[in-house]
């Protein structure tokens, strides 16, 4: 079965860091950009960061520049998102997902303009004291 399985939310205070993890089964991630996504209740799903295939190029929204870290070890099949200085405004439930491209731009990846093949289940973070 081909699933992306994200990993590592929770909740954590204003401030704190959070690591989250996808990881591919039934499928090799080499040829895919992969992005992350996050949906607050009562908005839209919006993109947060993407890498390319080959980890040389990524992509950050400006709500998350300087604060998350995209990363992508590809011998273990997974991606990354560290989560730095987290805000209550953070509060969503992220996703990742896979797009089928070895594009340097993954740029319409997170503005969604190119749909991914596969996505993850979602995973709840909450920021709150």
């Known amino acids: 079965q081909l699933q992306l399985v994200e990993s590592g939310g929770g909740l954590v205070q204003p401030g704190g860091s959070l690591r989250l993890s996808c990881a591919a089964s039934?499928?090799?991630?080499?040829?895919?950009?992969i992005g992350w996504f996050r949906q607050a209740p009562g908005k839209e799903r919006e993109g947060v960061s993407c890498i390319s295939s080959s980890g040389g190029s990524t992509y950050y929204a400006d709500a998350v520049k300087d604060r998350f870290t995209i990363s992508r070890d590809n011998a273990k099949n997974t991606v990354y998102l560290q989560m730095n200085s987290l805000t209550p405004e953070d509060t969503a439930v992220y996703y990742c997902a896979a797009l089928l491209s070895t594009a340097r731009n993954v740029q319409a990846l997170c503005h969604m303009t190119l749909r991914p093949h596969y996505w993850g289940q979602g995973i709840q973070v909450t920021v709150s004291s």
């Open positions: 039934g499928f090799t991630l080499d040829y895919y950009a």
